[in-house]
């Protein structure tokens, strides 16, 4: 049972346009969400994450927007570099019980961006 | 020098043998976890640690032990590798529910 679903599993985008990444899960008792970035041959890094408290979180070129009642999250990438192709993972945290603190990730998406 | 570490970074082994992945860690966490990477699968838990005394099974738990020596080290064994267990393996830390932190990974291959 796949909790946290990435459908897209990749997206190709011109340099210095908007990379739209999406996520969708479906447990309700998520209250934390992560997005990491890795590279080819490197463990993920994290990148911006999102409280279930708020709607938006934004880190300079990188947004993540938060959708509860849809149980859906995107991460906006404005403008887009090629040094941001790589793997995004979507991830979440369960509040609460036996669970807190773990992380349920996604399948990935790559992200190519084209000079 | 890397916050977390991972030996070996990479591994050829043969179906039935004991292999060890180590992970070493300088932040100073009290959680770590391991995982393994397949393609369209994404990180699957395998097995986490909030501290040297704790020890929880993850999400995929069969065929594979862990050990925690100390805070900075947490080892995970598969005591006899069979070829679907031919994955890239991370080792990551976290601070209480932190964001968690990754080592750069073990590439396994059981043949």
């Known amino acids: 049972d796949q909790q946290v679903k990435q459908n897209s599993p990749s997206l190709s985008v011109q340099e210095g346009r908007i990379s739209i990444l999406n996520c969708d899960y479906t447990?309700?008792?998520?209250?934390?969400f992560l997005w990491y970035k890795k590279y080819p041959a490197e463990g993920p890094t994290f990148l911006i994450s999102?409280?279930?408290?708020?709607d938006k979180n934004e880190d300079g070129r990188f947004t993540v927007f938060l959708n509860k009642s849809a149980k859906h999250l995107s991460l906006h990438i404005v403008p887009s570099q090629p040094g941001d192709s790589a793997v995004y993972f979507c991830?979440?945290?369960?509040?609460?019980?036996?669970?807190?603190?773990?992380?349920?990730f996604g399948q990935g998406t790559i992200l190519t961006v084209h000079p | 020098d890397a916050d977390v570490t991972q030996t070996p970074r990479n591994r050829i082994t043969k179906t039935g043998k004991r292999i060890m992945l180590e992970c070493s860690q300088t932040?100073?966490?009290?959680?770590m976890y391991w995982y393994r990477q397949d393609p369209g699968l994404g990180l699957r838990l395998i097995y986490y640690?909030?501290?040297?005394?704790?020890?929880n099974k993850g999400e995929i738990s069969d065929g594979y032990s862990v050990s925690r020596q100390a805070q900075a080290k947490f080892s995970l064994s598969l005591e006899s590798a069979i070829p679907n267990q031919t994955a890239l393996y991370f080792c990551?830390?976290?601070?209480?529910?932190?964001?968690?932190?990754f080592g750069p990974g073990t590439r396994l291959t059981v043949l």
């Open positions: 932040k100073g966490h009290d959680r």
């Open positions: 640690s909030f501290d040297v005394k704790d020890i």
């Open positions: 991830a979440a945290r369960r509040a609460g019980g036996t669970s807190y603190g773990k992380l349920t």
């Open positions: 999102i409280s279930s408290i708020k």
């Open positions: 447990n309700s008792m998520f209250d934390y």
């Open positions: 990551a830390t976290s601070a209480s529910t932190d964001t968690q932190y």
